[in-house]
């Protein structure tokens, strides 16, 4: 068996993150989830837990893609040639790590044009494919060519890898969360690219004592025994792995009605964010956190609690209005909506 990871309900605060990994991992359509923040503040420990945390997902047997058995309008060309065929088995949820020196074959998949003559198999599936229906995680995506964000941004959005080279073409299903993990102080992204993804967080190294502790104790703990330290924590993990569950059922059901559209509109134009997907961006998020609070309808109070990882990194710099964009955001919020 793999060595135990550390469980994701074991995390000592990043609050924001852990939020908007969870909203994601309930809307995987959200957009990706940019984290900013200091080294060694957990960010990679805490994308690995959300891996441990998902259950298992149902797959084609064999498929290089891990087609979902349920929905046949997504699958590759090679499921749908077996249709009728196809096993279905149990597979983890994938969270794949995208090295920043990375090729673009080795992202998107290779196709070998030699053997193609042959009439053999000719692609040679890379990242992209491994990561649907999961996670691809970037350490440092601001380090990451402008081309190659824009490229995965683009095949997050539409679902679908497309590779061509000289008239041959092959498609494959490509549905993933993108998390890139950023320290600003080593580059910035374009903000072209920061608005395409869906919520942005910020993590820093907790300031208080009693969390420091906590942080340490926990940590020492899993690293003498992980084994050990899984099993204690089985019960608070089940429990949020079932919220996770059941809040993607709740989902669909989930009501917006005018007024959270209305108050969505109002807080957006309040800031001048442009464009719609800022507002549908928070539409959404806010309808996941409700589903995962169990909430039948959005509220006002589930904009205000993901407005700032929405919209914080979509504010065009106000000379006038120095004050962090997070700042901004709330004091819209407050001035909105009430304390
Ligand atoms: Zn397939």
């Known amino acids: 068996m793999a060595r135990p990871v550390f469980p994701f309900a074991a995390i000592v605060g990043q609050e924001d993150m852990k939020r908007a990994i969870?909203?994601?991992?309930?809307?995987?359509?959200?957009?990706?989830?940019?984290?900013?923040?200091?080294?060694?503040?957990?960010?990679?420990?805490?994308?690995?837990?959300?891996?441990?945390?998902?259950?298992?997902?149902?797959?084609?047997?064999?498929?290089?893609?891990?087609?979902?058995?349920?929905?046949?309008?997504?699958?590759?060309?090679?499921?749908?040639?077996?249709?009728?065929?196809?096993?279905?088995?149990?597979?983890?949820?994938p969270v794949v790590d995208l090295p920043l020196g990375a090729t673009e074959d080795r992202v998107v998949g290779a196709l070998d044009l030699e053997r193609a003559l042959t009439g053999s198999k000719v692609f040679e599936p890379g990242l992209l494919a491994r990561a649907n229906r999961g996670f691809l995680y970037i350490d440092e995506a601001n380090l990451l060519e402008d081309h190659l964000v824009d490229l995965l941004l683009d095949v997050a959005a539409s679902g679908e890898n497309v590779v061509e080279r000289e008239g041959l073409s092959i498609r494959h299903p490509a549905r993933f969360v993108l998390?890139?993990?950023?320290?600003?102080?080593?580059?910035?992204?374009?903000?072209?690219?920061?608005?395409?993804?869906?919520?942005?967080?910020?993590?820093r190294t907790p300031q208080d004592l009693p969390t420091r502790i906590d942080v340490i104790k926990r940590r020492d703990a899993f690293e003498r025994d992980p084994a050990g330290f899984a099993e204690a924590w089985k019960k608070p993990q089940d429990k949020l792995r079932r919220r996770i569950v059941d809040a993607k059922a709740?989902?669909?059901?989930?009501e917006t009605p005018d007024s959270a559209l209305e108050s969505a509109a109002r807080l957006c134009m309040k800031l001048g964010t442009d464009g719609l997907r800022g507002e549908l961006t928070l539409i959404r998020a806010a309808r996941a956190v409700a589903a995962f609070e169990g909430d039948p309808i959005v509220t006002d109070a589930h904009l205000k609690t993901v407005a700032p990882m929405v919209l914080g990194h979509r504010l065009r710099r106000n000379p006038l209005d120095e004050a962090a964009a997070g700042t901004r955001v709330n004091r819209a919020v407050t001035e909105l909506f009430g304390a």
Do not use: H
């Open 22 to 93: 969870l909203i994601a991992a309930v809307d995987q359509a959200i957009g990706g989830v940019l984290v900013f923040g200091d080294r060694g503040t957990g960010k990679s420990t805490t994308v690995r837990a959300l891996a441990a945390l998902l259950p298992p997902m149902k797959v084609n047997q064999g498929c290089r893609y891990a087609c979902d058995p349920a929905a046949p309008d997504t699958w590759c060309a090679d499921c749908q040639a077996a249709e009728g065929k196809l096993k279905t088995v149990s597979a983890p949820v």
């Open 179 to 203: 998390i890139g993990s950023g320290n600003p102080e080593e580059g910035e992204l374009r903000p072209q690219l920061l608005d395409r993804f869906g919520l942005s967080v910020e993590v």
């Open 250 to 254: 709740r989902l669909p059901k989930t």
